[in-house]
Structures are given as structure tokens and as C-alpha cells.
């Protein structure tokens, strides 16, 4: 590839709220252990948005976006792997140490070190990425679309929280709190794991696209709306008193935080997805020690479930179409951001 030949990317320029615009840019040279990839399709996702406004670590300029699918178009010669051709989506844990006790325990995504596609180095928001570990790379089944894959990412993060890590198990009444992709991600992920019910949780913000998703989605049994109708009290009544076995926390609030320690029942769980993007909030601590109950932070993903995310979505299980309502080029960024941000959309994603 010409080493003149320039590309459209959307930077965020500095530190800063804002700060973001659509640049011409140098295609990516690759070194000898790295690979090129032309992006075909590229999820917009929480991260990216608190980016935009300062609450998330990021080493500008920087090329956003790091939920991607795309072709291998250019392989270092060193790279073994590989070819020229392949479709892949890959795990955003670049530049890790590969040294600390985390990476040598297999905890690579949450290295200090790390510096993923997005935010630490370019990412997925251009027409081609330089990806610098091989390794992390998957490759997709013919039968996955492009637009699809570009969701592997955002499932691999909920099946790594709610089976790996949240410990989700058959016949469970799964509560899942806030209806945005992740929420409603994790619902469907959560029936696809073996759930007996599961509810989705939202507001009346939620009412005028989330909530009425969610009720066509299959896999959601009950859908509540916070402003209407107790939650407390529903989930009481379906589970003879005891409260839900899971509760995945997917909408980052004060308050949404606090009501999943009122639904989980005693001795059950809570995995948490959703950033606050807040340095403290109120916690209701005591209620979860009266419980007995285990509360798990996560962050990122894990190896082992980038492959059953494909095949959930492959199997149609996940049903990536009906979260995406955002679709088109990066000159419609301002747009998407704000829709997004707003929740007048649940999905972005980009053709770069």
C-alpha cells in the first residue's frame, strides 16, 4: 500500500469534553509482527461516548472505536497465523505487558499496561487499523454478516460478566437493569445460557425505543417500567418471595445500582456492566450484607468468551439486527453520538 495514500478517521484531537473530528489521515504502516485490517463495520459503544465527554482514560489524537469486524489485507512477515482475506473481530487488549502477575494469570484485560484500539492506540473508526497482536484475533464464520460481527465485542463482555464471572445458572430469574445494547445484550445472552425468566428494568426515558425493543425481543419474559410499576414487588411475586438469583447491573446509575440489592434475594448475585462515570455514588451497603449477597465488578473481557459470543450470534440466539439502529458513514458521527447519548438509539455502527 502507498505510503501517500490517506484515509477518513474519526479523532478525538485533545483532552477535553469534545474534541472530536473526522480527519484525513495516513493509512497505517504495519511492522513485521502486525497485520492490516480494512474495517467493514464498527460499534459505537458506551466507551467511545465517555470519551467524548472526558470520563474514560484516552491518549490523544487518537482514532476512536475498537468494536470492529473486517479482512486482513496485509500481513507483517513474521505473522504465521494468518492470511490475507481472513474475516475477523479481535479483543481489545493490545500492548499488554505480557510480565505482571495479571497478564501472568491470564488477566491480559486489565493490565495496567494495556493500551487498546480507541483510546490507548488508533482504532476502528477509519477504513483501515494496524493491529499490532495477531493473537487476538478470531476468526468469523461466512454465515456471520459484517454488520453482526461488529457486536461480538459488546456480547463478549456480557458473557464473559453474566456466565464467566456473574456465574449465571440454568432455571436462574435473571433481573437485568437498564435496557440499553448492553442490558439487552445480556437479556438475551442470559435465556440463551439457560435462564429460566428473565426481566428487563427501565424508566420512562427508556419508553420512547428501549422498552418497546425489549418487548419484541423473544428471550425478555417481563419488562418493567420503573416509573409505572414497582419492580420490587414484581419480581417478589414471580419468585414466591425470594427475589431474583441474578441481577445484572447494565444501566450505571445511582439509583439503578441501589434497586439491584432490593431484587436480588438472599445469598444471590449482582454482576455489574454499567460505568457510572462518577467518582462515588451512593451504596447501599448494608442491605447487601443483610443479603449475604456476592457483588461482582467487571471490566473488559475474557479469552474464553470471544468464541461463544460468535456462536451465539452466528446461531442467531443474539439477535444482533434488532439492537442496531444507527448505521452509515463516520460524517454522521454528531448525529449518532447524540442519539445514542439521548436514547433515541440503542446501537451505532459505522462503515468506515
Excluded at 285 to 300: I, Q, R
Amino acid at each position: 500500500m502507498s505510503k501517500m495514500e490517506t484515509m477518513k478517521a474519526l479523532v478525538k484531537t485533545a483532552k477535553g469534553k469534545g474534541l472530536i473530528e473526522v480527519r484525513e489521515v495516513p493509512v497505517p504502516e504495519i511492522g513485521d509482527n502486525e497485520v492490516l485490517i480494512e474495517v467493514k463495520a464498527a460499534g459505537i459503544c458506551g466507551t467511545d461516548l465517555h470519551i467524548y465527554n472526558d470520563n474514560f482514560p484516552y491518549w490523544p489524537p487518537v482514532i476512536l472505536g475498537h468494536e470492529f469486524s473486517g479482512i486482513i489485507t496485509e500481513i507483517g512477515k513474521n505473522v504465521k497465523d494468518w492470511k490475507t482475506g481472513d474475516r475477523v473481530v479481535g479483543e481489545p487488549h493490545t500492548l499488554a505487558c505480557g510480565k505482571c502477575w495479571l497478564c501472568r494469570t491470564g488477566n491480559r484485560q486489565i493490565c495496567p499496561e494495556k493500551r487498546s484500539p480507541g483510546w490507548g492506540i488508533d482504532g476502528c473508526f477509519a477504513k483501515y487499523m494496524r493491529y499490532p497482536e495477531p493473537e487476538l484475533l478470531h476468526k468469523m464464520p461466512d454465515t456471520l454478516s459484517f454488520e453482526e460481527a461488529a457486536l461480538v465485542e459488546p456480547t463478549a463482555n456480557v458473557v464473559s460478566d453474566i456466565f464467566e464471572r456473574g456465574a449465571l445458572k440454568p432455571a436462574d430469574f435473571v433481573v437485568i437493569i437498564g435496557p440499553g445494547p448492553i442490558g439487552l445484550l445480556a437479556a438475551m445472552a442470559s435465556k440463551a445460557g439457560g435462564a429460566a425468566k428473565v426481566a428487563v428494568v427501565g424508566t420512562d426515558l427508556d419508553e420512547e425505543l428501549r422498552l418497546p425493543t425489549a418487548r419484541k425481543i423473544k428471550s425478555i419474559d417481563y419488562v418493567i417500567n420503573v416509573n409505572k410499576e414497582d419492580p420490587s414487588t414484581i419480581v417478589m411475586d414471580l419468585t414466591e418471595g425470594r427475589g431474583a438469583d441474578l441481577v445484572v447491573e447494565a444501566s450505571g446509575s445511582a439509583p439503578g445500582i441501589a434497586s439491584a440489592f432490593q431484587l436480588v434475594r438472599k445469598l444471590g448475585r449482582i454482576t455489574a456492566i454499567g460505568l457510572t462515570g462518577k467518582e462515588k455514588i451512593e451504596f447501599p451497603y448494608d442491605t447487601g450484607m443483610f443479603k449475604a449477597v456476592e457483588f461482582t465488578f467487571n471490566l473488559s473481557t475474557l479469552y474464553s468468551s470471544w468464541d461463544k459470543s460468535i456462536h451465539l450470534l452466528d446461531s442467531g440466539k443474539i439477535d444482533a439486527n434488532i439492537l442496531t439502529t444507527h448505521k452509515g458513514g463516520l460524517e454522521k458521527w454528531k448525529e449518532f453520538f447524540s442519539d445514542l447519548e439521548n436514547k433515541k438509539g440503542i446501537k451505532g455502527v459505522f462503515f468506515p
